[in-house]
């Protein structure tokens, strides 16, 4: 096509420029709180086959776009298929969350293979191409992958934990092997995302969903320098890559985790303290956020409350509307409509 592409007011505020009415998405905006997602849900089988059917996995990347009109949509996959690319088993058992084979000795981690299979992961850019195809061009495309600390912190438990101890023990009981499982997550999410930026992502995401547990030492050494080194190995080979970085939890280490990875905008949870954002994040990057998801199950007047200050407190810079991390399946669909309409009726600064 010859035709200029129309702006996208996302990557607007990426490159610098706020907008009057903040763009809006919500994390994990393709899931069980909407019926439609369900049904395909049922018809998928499995979670992992739903993530590698492309057709599927387009559909319900698209279904929160044409309910909500989202300024971006994500692609529907998951942070665990590179840990599944390496060729670890990888399953989602119904109610009950991920289960891996932990990898939680140094002779394990002896086994690990340093390079996935990525035609394991093709049906994921066969998913982005077509996402792309229909996607009114005003939205943009967000690809994602999970941190390597967050990632391997299932990988080395095997599961989700509450507190992540089997991967923080063993980074300090045996941080070499514990460094050879972070490096092999590195290199290979550099190559999972310059995948997905070819098959047509616009932005590319890095959930760090378990950076707040982390010691400021190991957070530098575990969350901040592998993410730093996945940003540049990014740009290394795209050098205007847009990237959002999610360190929940990160709290007073944020700005030093935006300063050292070098991306373009953070996105923050619902304790970041405002005037610490502002003048320390904001100043230097987008920030998106953060409404927290249980207000938006309650509804009322404590999710108008969450709405407004959000606006309030980072609407007057460059500011990606989102909740602190991602919607709850018990949210009511009303809520989101209504929140929505409240953040785009956004008049300016009172
Ligand atoms: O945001 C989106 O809509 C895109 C899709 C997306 C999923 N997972 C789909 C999913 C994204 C971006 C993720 C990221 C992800 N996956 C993270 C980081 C972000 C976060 O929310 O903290 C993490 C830690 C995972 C790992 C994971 N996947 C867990 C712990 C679970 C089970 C818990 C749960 O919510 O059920 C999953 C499964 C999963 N990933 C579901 C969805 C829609 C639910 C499974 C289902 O539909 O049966």
Redesign the pocket.
């Known amino acids: 096509m010859t035709q200029a592409s129309p702006t996208k007011p996302f990557l607007e505020v990426l490159s610098g420029r706020r907008q009057p009415v903040p763009p809006l998405w919500m994390?994990?905006?393709?899931?069980?709180y909407l019926p439609e997602y369900r049904d395909v849900?049922a018809k998928a089988g499995g979670?992992l086959d739903l993530c590698f059917t492309p057709e599927l996995a387009a559909e319900v990347t698209l279904q929160p776009i044409r309910r909500f009109a989202f300024d971006a949509a994500?692609?529907?996959?998951?942070?665990?298929v590179i840990p599944y690319a390496l060729g670890r088993d990888v399953r989602?058992e119904?109610g009950e969350?991920?289960r891996l084979d932990p990898l939680d000795t140094p002779d394990k981690v002896g086994t690990l293979t340093s390079t996935a299979d990525f035609t394991k992961l093709e049906p994921v850019f066969e998913a982005l191409r077509r996402v792309r195809r229909e996607l009114d061009p005003k939205v943009a495309l967000i690809g994602?992958c999970?941190a390597p600390w967050?990632v391997a912190t299932?990988m080395v438990a095997g599961q989700?934990t509450p507190d992540q101890a089997p991967a923080r023990m063993m980074a300090y009981r045996h941080p070499d092997a514990f460094a050879e499982i972070i490096d092999t997550i590195v290199g290979n999410s550099i190559h999972y995302l310059l995948g997905q930026l070819a098959a047509g992502a616009d932005v590319l995401q890095i959930?760090d969903?378990w950076a707040g547990v982390l010691p400021p030492r190991e957070f530098q050494r575990w969350s901040v320098e592998p993410t730093r080194r996945i940003v540049d190995g990014v740009r290394r080979r795209v050098p205007n890559a847009k990237i959002i970085g999610f360190p929940?939890g990160a709290g007073a280490l944020l700005p030093g985790y935006v300063e050292a990875t070098g991306v373009d905008a953070v996105s923050i949870d619902w304790t970041a303290e405002p005037s610490m954002i502002r003048e320390r994040v904001q100043s230097r990057v987008a920030v998106q956020g953060n409404v927290d998801p249980l207000a938006l199950i309650a509804g009322g007047d404590a999710l108008d409350r969450s709405i407004d200050d959000v606006l309030a407190n980072f609407a007057g810079g460059r500011l990606i509307f989102n909740l602190g991390?991602?919607i709850q399946p018990e949210t009511p669909i009303a809520h989101v409509e209504h929140m929505v309409k409240r953040v785009r009726s956004y008049k300016g600064p009172s």
Do not use: E, K
């Open positions: 994390m994990r905006q393709a899931g069980r849900r979670f994500i692609i529907f996959s998951d942070i665990l989602f119904a969350g991920p994602f999970g967050t299932y989700g959930f969903t929940r991390h991602g």
